[in-house]
RNA sequence: GCGCCCGUAGCUCAGCAGGAUAGAGCAACGGUUUCCUAAACCGUAGGCCGGGGGUUCGAAUCCCUUCGGGCGCACCA
């Protein structure tokens, strides 16, 4: 257990104790104790950890929260937390804690010792699924995709951080009705290429990257798909570009950082007869009626506001009966949390996706959905629409050529996925070198720089064992006080999906080692002192490190 | 019309199941380098937390209402 949590625990049982106690000598009255925190308070001067519980009792006891915080701080155990040094009581009735100053002194050698994996929590044994991007392979991966992308790859990692066993998936849409235009599209620009006069589908996907594909099937089968049939000749224009979307899919994502363990075809639900069963099994339960020729989904039995077709009027099922074979195949799978993170224009499909998977007998809360709302992107201060079909929107991988992997990154997971963001290309052009992305990465380079000077000058770094951080100053303890925080930070984010809080982590650490790399030098001629920093300064770039690799981001050790 | 997200400093945004005096970056203004990387640091200025009610010891946070912006409400995915 980390020291935070360690004292956490502590100074709650602490109270607990002396309420008990106070109520056995008849000083207080209470039935339930109540569910208090030990915060950390903003303001320094009000202590290490405060407690909220006086104010919490108040009423229950018919007592002034006041009155209540001085019986408990009466009755408090001083043995039972030797790190505790005094109590103040403050505001309404807050109790604050000080501790002595030591208290943190054993974190460098917990740091060291975890290395990697520090700012981890012990196994949850939950597994937990996490499918993101998932883009329609029939186009190039735009702005929506990135931001889906570098959130869901840094929620995996953070899941993997907190003590969940993480599986990343990729959905392949490589059947229905987009993939029938797809193909269509990809035909009729063949025969054009090969000469003939014919109209091109007017929902068709008309951007040069279908002209392009083309172009390579041209190159590889020359003339001979006119003799086909035109489903055959459908069949494998479709096939030939969905390999190389796939592939394009693949390059560019492992380019972003990201990397799956399982990229599953919606298109064996389909073969698999997965789909039919799913059907077959919720028209069973009664959740499936017919009306005007198609088949719905009773959604409205779940709260959605009107009932949804999952078999069309010509037989076809509609994505959502697919999905829901799929959702079915995850919980199959074993997953005790499936999340997915999807776009603020799917939400409409929430209600009715958890609505099936309770038709089916699961806890719809084992699904957990994370909207992310969409990115706008401007250039020259407007928009520019991000249309698939166009093609004319910046993709994914022009942009990681332009602002680089790391920033774009960066950028994308540092807003919380609840705000709707503003990518605005001519500023992240012009102005990259200024992305806060930099400032960490300084941070961590510049610890590396103080190790290189230290060798050069024949400096030993000492283990932490072995030394002294009793010596170190204010400056120094607000680093480390940070730092400890970086365990509770990681399962916060975990427990509130929410991976921008490790990019406002790593941003405020890096301050106060620059702070600090301002203020005090760390090679000095006060050898204790020293290596009491040269420590911390290990300690530091450790956190650094590991925070910058759960955003996927790299660790420069120079710049 | 109904549903979801958002509205916090000039701009872009944090603010962790309500907590003490609301924060950061950028922009503005003024400083810091014989010394471990100035991609840094320090300081100044900047706010009716969209408006109005309510809940309570206590609200940017919860509830209601209203205004403004985005998205969705297909036999598309």
Known sequence: ????????????????????????????AFDAMPDFVIEVPRDEGHGDFATNVAMLMARQCRMAPRKIAEIISSQIDYNQIPQLKKMEIAGAGFINFFLKPDWLVVL??????????????????????????????????????????????????????????????????????????????????????????IEFPENGYAGQDVVDTVKNIIRDYKDSLLGMTAEE??????????????????????????????????????????????????????????????????STL?????????????????????????????????????????????????????????????????????????VRLYRGGVIVRMSKRTGTTVSLDELIEEVGKDAARFFFVMRSPDSQMDFDLDLAKEKSQENPVYYVQYAHARI??????????????????????????????????????FPDEIATSARMLAPHRIAHYVLELAGLFHSFYNHQRVLNDNKALQDARLALMGTTQTTIRNALNILGISAPEQM
Do not use: C
């Open 233 to 298: 000749r459908q069949e494998l224009v479709v096939n030939y570009a969905l390999k190389e979307k796939i592939q394009y899919i693949r390059n560019t994502l492992s380019g972003f950082g990201i990397t799956y363990d399982v990229w599953f075809n919606e298109k064996i639900l389909h073969q698999t007869g997965k789909v039919d069963e799913i059907i077959k099994n919720l028209t069973d339960k009664g959740y499936i009626y017919e009306e005007e020729g198609a088949w719905w989904f009773k």
């Open 1 to 28: 257990m980390n020291p935070i949590q360690k004292i956490r625990e502590e100074l709650k049982g602490s109270i607990i104790s002396a309420l008990e106690k106070s109520r056995t000598e008849n000083l207080i």
């Open 302 to 374: 779940f709260g959605d506001e009107k009932d949804e077709v999952v078999i069309r009027a010509n037989g076809l099922p509609t994505y959502f009966a697919s999905d829901i074979a799929y959702h079915l195949n995850k919980f199959e799978r074993g997953f005790d949390r499936v999340i997915n993170v999807w776009g603020a224009d799917h939400h409409g499909h929430v209600g009715r996706m958890k609505g099936a998977i309770q038709a089916l007998g699961y806890d719809a809360n084992r699904l957990e959905i994370l909207l992310m709302q969409l």
């Open 108 to 197: 460098p050698g917990i740091v060291a010792e975890q290395g990697p994996r520090w700012g981890s929590s012990p196994s949850q044994n939950q597994k937990v699924q996490v499918e993101f991007v998932s883009a329609n392979p029939t186009g190039n991966l735009h702005m929506g995709n990135a931001r889906g992308g570098a959130i869901g790859d840094t929620l995996a990692n953070i899941l993997a951080y907190a003590g969940y066993e993480v599986e990343r998936e990729f959905y392949i849409n490589d059947a229905g009705n987009q993939i029938d235009i797809f193909a269509q599209s990809l035909e009729a620009r063949y025969l054009q290429l090969m000469g003939a006069k």
């Open 448 to 485: 590396q720089s103080i190790f290189r000077q230290a060798k050069a000058a024949g400096v030993l770094v000492k283990g932490v064992g072995e030394v002294d951080f009793s010596i170190l100053g204010t400056e120094e303890m607000q680093i480390l006080r940070k730092i400890a925080d």
